[in-house]
């Protein structure tokens, strides 16, 4: 088992330095650069802004620069941002859409396996209605919909809650809801149907067949089976909340990391582009990672060799 | 301007009465109505609430460092933390700021400042003509990759030789003669220089906090030294900056408001509700849609005229847009006023020339009286039709599918797609609409490699000259590759004349012979719309979109 993880370590090392290597080419392939503005700069301002950032180098030469940066941890200078580093983007961004997302993610756990459970158990009858009914509606409309709609319900109509901010406990309330809505919608359905799956299986009739109670059969024997599918999901999930989302942080202007998920983009922010796709990838690798781990866990009979 | 004033009177009795030891403490509290009409009584609502508010900011800067950015995101820092020699008033007018007299000699190629006593950065030192020495030194060093270089370069004595390599700084004809005059010497006669001071590039920094933290000065409030009407106390990175009187600022017992809350929301639909909600004071960017209703609820919405023109650029350099016939074809087949009510609903001006109202001569704006070169506010499609066929087009036959690029921007592709409409519609042409992401477009529209685009210019500063070398031949800013000798001519006479008023004909001279041959496609003349709520006085906009609050004073609410 041991040689398994060093095994997957390794490709997890692969495949991120593939990342880093593809999301440069891309990167520099699109036209246009970090010092297009809307205003003209004279050739010389260009030329001098280049020397600055090394941008006149040859791009291998950047790209193997750029790792060697990476190995001591700088992600580098902004080129938009005079006198930031991408380092204080993370720093100061990732707490922020931490904080946010982990309250996500309690929220989310905690509202769908509870209906996801109930969806199965009463199966075909109108709780399942109901709550595949909220899932639908969770999983189709769009997040920057929702967002729309809370506020202008529970802050522009009632004035109950905050329009924008997290600078008290209610300002959490919107974020989390809208961010947590696809979420919880999504794997409440996964838990449902994962659970429906086990039910019908045989070692569960056996358990029902010697004669132990309904609640014992359904949470000590099904739901660890059940939960394996759910726990894939939730890895990439996981990983999603915490980096932020950039729907979410415009919309309620939270100064989190997903900002810089599509303006570090369209501004042709070299560093800041290169340093949040490290930084979610790593994540995205080591939660995948870790459900691997999980799996064993769960299941006694995943075995890794 | 009048109430204004009244209040101004009002708040420096008020001062005297406090100063004397007989504020009136022990008075009721007046009723809003008493406010109204007895001025003493407005001041004294106004002492009673706590001079702060909290202002909405939409867009980020790249920096706020006043010697690299050229970035319009930048200014409610740059103009409240900062001030120059001269500064701007309510009026729009410029007026003394760090210096308190000037003067040129006769040709206009030497400007003397003489800088006012006991001048202080926000930390309380000195503050003397060698830091502005020193900060047109940091803009001319290559290594700080100043954006607005050119705007030191292109005037200043060696300045761009400096920037090249080939001189030494002392050779720059910017020299402190001493602590308190400052001696600009300019290449050649430039009548403009003192509207050219107020921008920022122009502002001095401080060479001790800049030596000691680098890049990274502009981004801890402790490091951040300026020496405007406010200081910068609290940084809180993408979500809110905390601004506070600046109590060594020379005119700080002028300043009322105390703090002032810059908060990020960068979604605007979201600002305008916290707005409307009352969770914040002031907004700098209203969705445009919005505008008409906040206008008919009298919630506050303040505009001020904008030196800017937003245009579509057309390709002058290829047929058959080479022709000026084509071009006013195109020109006439436009309905302005549909454009600017019903598709962008913006607040603007029909625009038939690229130059845009706002810059004064002798109390005239330059454009009064001007021609509408054969345009009008709606399209006029028989007349459109008829420039085509003169041009060899006749019902548009034979005429090439035009390819109309724009940037991704919500209200950018409204307008060109309406424009692709009136162009079928009136003309009987073939469009072909495409759009990219700023960079993208912009690469393309710089090299040549258009036909029409999506276009805009505000004015770097208030003065024709920011307008003129849009159109002057293979100017770098010059993107419609528009080439006219007599043009040319007239731009250099321009800027070399002393006498605003030949000036001022100059400028409309060249407007005139220029617009007339239709180099661009002008669509509006900008305005600029904030949000204040109305116990909010004295915030004042001028029309490079620069807010000031350093007048700013909260009423009671």
């Known amino acids: ?44 301002v260009e030329a001098a802004l280049n020397a600055k950032y090394h941008l006149d180098d040859p791009l291998p030469k950047q790209f193997f620069d750029y790792l060697k940066g990476l190995l001591h941890g700088d992600f580098g200078p902004s080129y938009k941002f005079t006198g930031k580093t991408v380092n204080d983007f993370i720093a100061n961004g990732f707490p922020v859409s931490g904080k946010l997302g982990g309250i996500t993610i309690i929220f989310v756990v905690l509202a769908s396996i509870p209906m996801g459970i109930l969806a199965a158990v009463k199966n075909g009858k109108w709780q399942d209605m109901v709550v595949m009914a909220v899932a639908t509606i969770g999983v189709t409309i769009p997040s920057f919909v929702i967002a729309s709609m809370l506020i202008y319900i529970f802050s522009f109509r009632m004035g109950a809650l905050p329009s924008f901010g997290l600078d008290s406990w209610k300002g959490y309330i919107l974020p989390v809801i809208t961010l947590g809505g696809y979420s919880v919608s999504y794997l409440a ?104 781990v999980f799996y064993c866990l769960i299941d006694p009979r995943i075995k890794y060799d | 301007m009048k109430k204004r004033l009244s209040l101004l009177l009002a708040l420096s009795m008020m001062c005297t009465a406090v100063l004397a030891g007989c504020g009136g403490k022990d008075q009721e509290p007046q009723t809003i109505d008493d406010v109204q009409e007895n001025t003493e009584e407005e001041a004294k609502g106004e002492a009673a609430g706590a001079q702060e508010m909290t202002f909405v900011l939409s867009n980020e800067p790249d920096t706020i460092d006043p010697t690299v950015t050229n970035n319009s995101f930048a200014t409610p820092f740059l103009v409240n933390c900062f001030e120059g020699l001269v500064t701007y008033n309510e009026a729009g007018e410029v007026v003394p700021g760090n210096a308190e007299s000037w003067e040129s000699n006769d040709d206009l190629t030497v400007y003397t400042f003489h800088l006012r006593d006991g001048l202080k950065w926000s930390d309380g030192s000195d503050l003397t003509a060698n830091d502005y020495v020193y900060a047109a030194l940091r803009v001319l060093t290559p290594d700080t990759a100043a954006q607005y270089v050119n705007m030191i370069s292109d005037y200043v004595v060696n300045a761009e030789e400096f920037y090249n390599g ?43 906090t800049i030596e000691a933290n680098g890049d990274k000065w502009t981004t801890s409030a402790e490091s951040y030294i300026g020496n405007g009407p406010f200081k910068v106390t609290e940084m809180k990175e993408k979500e809110s900056f905390t601004l506070e009187k600046n109590e060594n600022y020379w005119d700080a017992e002028n300043v009322t408001l105390e703090k002032l ?52 650029d057309i390709n002058c350099s290829v047929e058959p847009y080479d022709d000026p016939l084509v071009r006013k074809a195109l020109n006439l087949a436009i309905d302005r006023e549909a454009l600017i009510n019903n598709v962008a609903q913006v607040d603007g001006e029909p625009a038939y020339s690229f130059y845009a109202p706002g810059y004064v001569v002798d109390g005239k704006d330059l454009t009064e009286g001007r021609s509408e070169f054969g345009l009008s506010s709606t399209a006029d499609p028989e007349a459109a039709k008829q420039a085509l066929a003169d041009a060899g087009f006749p019902d548009g036959e034979g005429f ?6 724009f940037y991704s921007d919500d209200n950018v592709k409204k307008i060109a797609e309406a424009i692709k409409e009136m162009w079928e519609q009136n003309l009987g042409i073939k469009v072909e609409v495409s759009s990219a992401d700023w960079a993208v477009f912009y690469d393309d529209v710089q090299n040549g490699n258009y036909e029409v685009a999506a276009m805009g210019w505000s004015a770097d500063y208030v003065n024709p000259m920011s307008f003129l070398p849009l159109l002057y031949t293979d100017d770098v800013t010059n993107n419609s590759f528009y080439s006219n000798p007599d043009y040319d001519a007239i731009v250099d006479q321009a800027k070399v004349e002393k006498d605003p008023a030949k000036f001022g ?53």
């Open chain 2, 505 to 557: 004909e100059l400028v409309k001279q060249a407007d005139e012979l220029v617009s007339a041959d239709y180099p661009v496609l002008a669509l509006y003349y900008k305005s600029n719309n904030i949000l204040l709520k109305d116990y909010v006085e004295g915030v004042y906009m001028t029309s490079s979109s620069n807010i000031y609050f350093k007048n700013a004073k909260v009423l009671e609410k």
């Open chain 1, 189 to 292: 359905r996964q838990m449902r149907s994962s659970l429906l799956e086990v039910m019908g299986q045989d070692y569960i009739r056996t358990a029902r067949a010697k004669g132990l109670a309904e609640p014992k059969v359904i949470f000590k024997h099904a739901l660890r089976n059940a939960l394996i599918p759910v726990i894939t999901v939730l890895g990439p999930t996981v990983a999603n909340l915490l980096t932020g989302s950039f729907v979410v942080e415009k919309i309620f202007a939270v100064p989190g990391l997903g900002v810089h998920f599509v303006n570090s983009v369209s501004m042709r922010d070299y560093t800041t582009i290169m340093g949040v796709t490290v930084f979610y990838a790593t994540f995205l690798l080591a939660m995948v990672f870790i459900v691997d």
């Open chain 1, 1 to 44: 088992m041991v040689r398994y993880f060093a095994k997957r370590l390794g490709l997890m090392l692969i495949a991120l330095f593939l990342i880093i290597l593809v999301t440069f080419v891309i990167m520099h392939a699109v036209p246009g650069g970090p010092f297009t503005s809307d205003r003209n700069l004279s050739e010389e």
């Open chain 2, 261 to 312: 809350t810059y908060r990020y929301i960068l979604d605007v639909a979201t600002a305008l509700t916290a707005y409307e909600n009352g969770e914040v004071d002031g907004v700098r960017t209203i969705p445009s849609s919005d505008i008409a209703r906040l206008k008919a609820d009298n919630a506050g919405v303040y505009t001020a005229p904008s030196y800017g023109t937003v245009y579509y």
């Open chain 2, 166 to 208: 080939e001189k030494k700084a002392e050779d720059i004809g910017i020299k402190a003669v001493d602590d308190q005059t400052l001696e600009f010497t300019l290449k050649e006669s430039c009548p403009f220089f003192v509207d050219l001071v107020s921008m920022w590039v122009y502002f001095p920094v401080q060479e001790a």
């Open chain 2, 400 to 405: 090439p599918t035009v390819q109309l690029s």
